[in-house]
């Protein structure tokens, strides 16, 4: 296409237009010839001394990257880790650029464990892989493949397949032939202790197959409500699940030989987390009182939860131990799937918050006080059991704040002990069925995550490492600084801090603030073993490589920090007082003298996508500038409750006033604005929202809207997109527009 040039601005906005073509690839001679040969081709000589112009306009910072985003992103993320009940074999899903694929790891001759990729799925199809459950022997996989296996909702269909979206199926795999074969359209499987079959939902009912495929699947139960959370009994003749009712939620137990239903001491409230006891005679759950909100982080405190005893065989049940009142009384759960754990010696092993930070307790199936097993201002994330069940595995930061470390502790108590000191992050452990590895998922600042196998005897040994591409930079990572800074209220704010490699003393860099979602999240430092964190902590790391200075912050209403950090006051749609570390951060930034305080710009999605608009329409004259992904705009209509009949008035203005939207007449700030229109954590009305005010206001605004996509981005292209048009977007608004003013 042929461009004329009518002003110098005109030459600046056709730099601006080719970045990617200038900015991003003018890294070698023969790029800088092809490029004057393609504006020569346009035309006049003017357009080629403009060029002249662009080429010295352009910042050392775009001329000088050393890798790109799809390169920081490109080694695989590894999830779903899970440990044989045999054999001692490990198996996880990698996902690389967008394809998903089981590895296994089991130990070879000399005792060392060697991984293999089992599947063999290519591209960036768009579908899922997880819920991977072993089969008795060891010998076999069971996965999930396709559909929403996050949120559990409609099949994402990302590709805009004229056909639909593929369905939910489950697969079989054999570790030794490696060919999948199709058990089931439906999720969430588990094997029979027998080995002979797998249960598993279809349409949130309880269905039956062989695992051998020689039969057709059977219903087993059809019931009201939606279930979930199914637990085989240790002898395979029974299973436990809950059953969503929506004002109420119980426990029920099939009988496969009796074909019949029984349930748990029901009530109005939500009971949660079916735990077998060993000799299969008792059920332990978790009862929440009913109307306790599913998100209160806003909300410190409620009516007690407790756990409760039943009997299987009549149904009848009892309180074994109810959380006090106050602090601890609204139930806080731990990032892995199970809650509650059956140990050795009858004791059920617990989270709790009582002390202010989540700690792991156990108490006795007969009684009495629980036993503080985690004592210290940390909080535990992660937990399972050693095979004899003695011992509790489980990650905390513990000593280390802004880390996380595994450790071990026994289920009857005394000192925790720690497996994987250092400088490195270990979270989500699984033991090996020997009771003497523990596979941890690990990283550091520099290299991402992989599994680990820690053993008491000798150094980790990192699996796996093969799959990280030969160009992949990890000896151009900066390692981030820990930073402490005061909010505007004076809380002290925990961030990390990525300085740019070599930096110049008397250079003032432009600066770039990243909030995480959640919010009940903590960015680490080091690469983070959430998928979406980690691409996050790559995208600073590609920022700071840049030269930008990146500042990414842990604000209150995260984790790790404990109670009083995670629910503070007037948070939220309760009064935002979260704006106070926007400003903090704004302002630590504005106060180094590596910094150019007119230059700082903002991103985050999600509850970060809120951050950045509140950034934008509360401090334009900080932040410059934001990327603003699947945030929430307006707390009035995305919490309907607010205004039912019943509600207090007031509720309902405040969290308007809390939102960016009720601020719009100080936004003055150009935004970059990104969602899928499939979102199902953030409705897509958000966006729309957002839009027509900044239409209204007269705010300088950019869209991007991906179809058909999720809220996680569940397309590697789409996630490039996001980042790509994110870089794209800081350069043109904090480098080039301030060049030209």
């Known amino acids: 296409m042929k461009r004329s040039f009518r002003s110098f601005s005109g030459v600046l906005s056709l730099c601006r237009d080719d ?9 070698h001679l023969e790029t800088f010839i092809t490029m004057t040969i393609r504006i020569w081709r346009l035309g006049a000589l003017s357009s080629l001394l403009a060029f002249g112009i662009c080429m010295t306009a352009i910042p ?3 001329q000088d990257r050393s890798f790109t985003i799809d390169q920081v992103l490109s080694a695989p993320f590894p999830t779903d880790m899970v440990a044989a009940p045999s054999h001692r074999r490990i198996a996880w899903v990698f996902t690389a650029r967008g394809s998903r694929n089981i590895w296994i790891a089991e130990p070879s001759s000399n005792g060392a464990y060697k991984a293999r990729a089992l599947t063999s799925y290519k591209g960036d199809d768009g579908e899922s892989l997880a819920e991977l459950a072993w089969s008795a022997d060891g010998e076999s996989l069971v996965y999930v493949r396709g559909g929403d296996l996050e949120e559990g909702g409609p099949d994402i269909n990302a590709l805009s397949l004229p056909q639909g979206a593929p369905p939910k199926e489950i697969f079989v795999i054999s570790i030794n032939n490696g ?7 439906g999720d969430s499987p588990t094997v029979s202790p027998k080995g002979d079959a797998v249960a598993y939902l279809h349409q949130k009912q309880i269905w039956l197959v062989p695992l051998d495929g020689s039969k057709k699947p059977e219903s087993l139960v059809s019931s009201r409500g939606s279930i979930d959370s199914l637990r085989w009994s240790p002898d395979g003749l029974q299973m436990a699940f809950v059953s969503e009712r929506g004002s109420h939620a119980i426990v029920g137990i099939y009988d496969l030989s009796k074909k019949s239903i029984g349930w748990l001491a029901p009530s109005v409230d939500r009971d949660i987390d079916p735990e077998w006891s060993l000799d299969g005679k008792q059920i332990a759950f978790i009862r929440i009182p009913a109307h306790q ?6 909300q410190r405190s409620g009516q007690p939860w407790s756990i409760w005893i039943a009997d299987p065989a009549n149904g009848r049940g009892h309180v074994l131990w109810k959380a006090d009142e106050g602090t601890g009384s609204l139930f806080h759960e731990v990032a892995t799937e199970r809650q509650l754990f059956w140990g050795a010696d009858d004791r059920i092993v617990f989270p709790w918050e009582r002390t202010g930070w989540l700690h792991l307790y156990s108490i006795s199936v007969n009684g009495g006080r629980p036993e503080l097993l985690t004592p210290g201002d940390f909080e535990v994330f992660e937990t399972t059991l050693s095979p004899d069940r003695k011992e509790v595995i489980y990650s905390s930061n513990q000593n280390d704040i802004d880390r996380r470390h595994v450790w071990k502790v026994s289920v009857n108590g005394g000192p925790p002990s720690e497996s994987t000191p250092g400088e490195g992050l270990d979270s989500y452990p699984v033991v090996a069925s020997d009771g003497k590895a523990v596979v941890t998922l690990h990283s550091d600042a520099k290299n991402p995550l ?3 196998v820690v053993t008491s005897t000798g150094a980790p040994q990192i699996l796996a490492a093969e799959a990280i591409p030969s160009d992949f930079p990890a000896s151009k990572i900066v390692a981030p600084q820990q930073v402490i800074f005061p909010a505007a209220d004076g809380l002290m704010i925990h961030g990390q801090l990525f300085l740019p490699p070599n930096p110049s003393a008397n250079v003032r860099h432009p600066a770039i603030v990243f909030f995480h979602g959640g919010p009940i999240r903590q960015m680490l430092l080091g690469w983070h073993p959430m998928d979406f964190y980690s691409n996050a902590y790559a995208m600073n790391e590609y920022l700071a490589n840049k030269g930008y200075v990146v500042l990414s912050v842990n604000y209150r209403g995260g984790i790790g920090y404990g109670l009083n950090f995670r629910v503070p006051p007037n948070f939220g749609p309760t009064g935002s007082s979260e704006v106070n570390d926007i400003e903090g951060a704004g302002l630590y930034l504005r106060n180094r003298a590596d ?5 700082i710009g903002v991103w985050g999605g999600s509850y970060g996508g809120l951050m950045t608009a509140l950034a934008l ?17 307006d707390w009035s209509t995305l919490l309907p409750f607010l205004k039912a009949p019943g509600a207090p008035p007031e509720a309902a203005r405040v969290a308007w006033e809390s939102s960016p939207l009720s601020s719009m007449k100080t936004w003055r700030s150009p935004v970059l604005v990104i969602q899928g229109d499939d979102d199902r954590n953030v409705e897509f009305s958000q966006s729309v929202q957002l839009i027509e005010s900044l239409r209204k206001q007269g705010v300088e605004f950019e869209q991007i809207v991906i179809p058909d996509e999720v809220h996680g981005l569940i397309l590697y292209r789409n996630l490039l997109t996001f980042f790509e048009a994110t870089d794209d977007f800081f350069d043109r608004h904090l480098i080039h527009n301030q060049e030209q003013k």
């Open 617 to 633: 329409a509360r401090n334009s004259d900080i932040f410059i500038g934001g990327v603003d992904y699947a945030g929430v705009h």
């Open 19 to 27: 970045e990617k073509s200038l900015a991003f690839r003018i890294l």
């Open 595 to 599: 910094v150019d305080s007119k230059r």
């Open 179 to 185: 060919t999948p074969r199709m058990l089931a359209e």
């Open 450 to 452: 992989l599994p680990s």
């Open 60 to 62: 050392l910072l775009a």
């Open 293 to 298: 909100p599913d998100d209160f982080f806003w």
